[in-house]
T-cell receptor, first 114, second 110 residues
């Protein structure tokens, strides 16, 4: 397996524009996580899915953020409208559901909102 | 509130100088504790999972230990290639949510 695949790797957009980040989890993993990482706040969990169903979205900063998982092999994180304070690295991760199991991370998307 | 606190925030060591990184946690029912390594510009890479107090895991120069309140990542005779940010995370029983600490930036000087 190629691991968790995220696209794009880098995104630069203007304030107010819509941004869509994409993720393909590892085949067979039941859980998918979206994280945001900044120097100030570290790695923050935004939302996670179990079997394509959102379980906890309490980390989503505000209504401008939304996430979907239409099937087991694809998820999106959308920001509309984007703001400069959304600039960060966004990671997607996936894991099995077998006791305490580690999550495997993608390479991340570095988002810059100007 | 469940939380994970890592210390120190940053650590500089000479090559060969052994040390330990600390991860203190409070969680309502621990399913597992994870250690990750993160290199600049990359996603976190899994190192260890610990499930219960007293458990230890080793990999090359790294050894992770776990008590009921904290975990240590011991690094023995480190090399410059061990330089990275080391992240600790806990997974809680009731909903499998994973909570990360802010990490320790480790720099090994040749």
């Amino acid at each position: 397996d190629a691991g968790v695949i995220q696209s794009p790797r880098h995104e630069v957009t203007e304030m107010g524009q819509e941004v869509t980040l994409r993720c393909k989890p590892i085949s067979g993993h039941d859980y998918l996580f979206w994280y945001r990482q900044t120097m100030m706040r570290g790695l923050e969990l935004l939302i996670y899915f179990n079997n394509n169903v959102p379980i906890d979205d309490s980390g989503m900063p505000e209504d401008r953020f939304s996430a979907k998982m239409p099937n087991a092999s694809f998820s999106t994180l959308k920001i509309q409208p984007s703001e400069p304070r959304d600039s960060a690295v966004y990671f997607c991760a996936s894991s099995f559901r077998v006791g305490g199991t580690e999550a495997f991370f993608g390479q991340g998307t570095r988002l810059t909102v100007v | 509130e469940d939380q994970v606190t890592q210390s120190p925030e940053a650590l500089r060591l000479q090559e060969g100088e052994s040390s330990s990184l600390n991860c203190s946690y409070t969680v309502s029912g621990l399913r597992g504790l994870f250690w990750y390594r993160q290199d600049p510009g990359k996603g976190p890479e899994f190192l260890f999972t610990l499930y219960s107090a007293g458990e230890e895991k080793e990999k090359e120069r790294l050894k992770a230990t776990l008590t009921k309140k904290e975990s240590f990542l011991h690094i023995t005779a480190p090399k410059p290639e061990d330089s990275a940010t080391y992240l600790c995370a806990v997974q809680r029983n009731r909903d499998d949510k994973i909570i990360f600490g802010k990490g320790t930036r480790l720099h090994i000087l040749p």
